[in-house]
């Protein structure tokens, strides 16, 4: 039987998230707080147009309710850290009504010196387990967060996550390919070489491809267009715009890019630069979850989304206490095709 990842866009049954609790990204009961109303922003804000359950640790029901309200599912499970997309599986389908979900290894986003995973490894499961579906376990390190496909043979991936010595040392690219393949029903992979600048930092993934570019749809991809020369991500995003440009799907097809443009913002408050990307959007039935970091090119983004998508609704929400917990919306959020 072969099985498939189906593109974002596809009906969804329903979207899984994890419910922030006490752990290293979350230093104080002050930044614990407002993870938790950044990620019931966005829990709210895909409810509207699909069900949401969220996953969250022992004790921690009421507190949850109290901030998501009466219309999202909570289910109690051991959990270390809050990034669904990463640590729960990666939905398939075999275009006959079956379901099931690929379990990658997970280690801490290669390992990292901060990260804790022995609950979270487990999640995969988990989350199998009260989907109802068989568990399709493999053998790569990888997350959710750091592939993105068409739905039609073709996959982004890059050099950094899997090909990164904190996951998969010893694997070969065409190994990794093969893996990558196997599971999600892809054909061409189209490697970028690393992800933006401030994903290597404290919290960072080393360079998830979710914040850098992401299909539209078959043969357009969208791409995080980073316009300030004082920007280490300016020479970067330049790089994958010329790579994607070059680059056929596996139909064939020359790949249309579609430019979105970062954030005016270049700096945090710690002076730091940011890795402040729409890119980093999550597609729901209907509509599509947008970042939004009070800025200026907010509503230009929302502008492009709707252009492209416009049988969604576009709603922006704001992800700077996110992405200052190392992610964005597509990174605590994870879709179950309907089938």
Not at 6 to 34: C, I, K, Q, V, Y
Not at 229 to 248: E, F, G, K, N, V
Not at 282 to 305: K, M, Q, R, S, T
Request: hydrophobic fraction near 40%; glycine fraction near 10%.
């Amino acid at each position: 039987m072969t099985f498939r990842m189906p593109p974002e866009w596809a009906p969804h049954e329903r979207t899984w998230m994890a419910w922030p609790g006490p752990n290293p990204t979350f230093t104080n009961d002050e930044e614990l707080a407002e993870a938790r109303a950044a990620w019931a922003s966005v829990a709210r804000a895909v409810r509207r147009f699909e069900p949401v359950t969220m996953v969250h640790g022992p004790g921690q029901a009421d507190t949850a309710r109290e901030l998501l309200g009466p219309d999202v599912e909570l289910v109690e499970r051991e959990l270390d850290d809050a990034w669904m997309r990463d640590i729960g599986p990666t939905f398939v389908t075999d275009g006959q009504g079956g379901l099931a979900a690929v379990d990658w290894v997970f280690n801490g986003w290669g390992a990292q010196d901060w990260a804790r995973w022995e609950h979270d490894s487990k999640i995969g499961r988990h989350v199998a387990d009260l989907a109802g579906v068989p568990v399709l376990a493999s053998t790569l390190v990888n997350e959710g967060g750091a592939i993105h496909v068409d739905g039609e043979g073709t996959v982004l991936l890059t050099d950094t996550v899997q090909l990164g010595s904190g996951r998969n040392p010893g694997w070969s690219r065409e190994e990794v390919e093969a893996e990558i393949h196997a599971r999600l029903g892809t054909t061409k992979a189209i490697w970028l070489p690393h992800g933006l600048a401030g994903d290597y930092g404290m919290y960072g993934t080393q360079g998830h491809v979710d914040i850098v570019a992401a299909f539209a749809r078959p043969g357009t991809v969208v791409v995080h267009s980073q316009r300030d020369p004082r920007h280490p991500d300016h020479a970067r995003s330049q790089l994958y715009l010329d790579i994607l440009r070059a680059q056929t799907d596996a139909k064939g097809r020359r790949l249309e890019v579609v430019e979105i443009p970062a954030p005016t913002v270049l700096k945090d408050e710690e002076g730091d630069w940011v890795d402040y990307s729409y890119i980093n959007h999550y597609l729901c039935n209907d509509g599509v979850v947008l970042c939004a970091f009070d800025d200026p090119n907010d509503e230009l983004a929302a502008g492009i989304f709707r252009r492209l998508f416009p049988e969604r609704t576009v709603t922006l929400v704001d992800a700077r206490t996110i992405f200052a917990s190392g992610g964005g919306i597509h990174c605590i959020t994870q879709q179950q095709p309907r089938t």
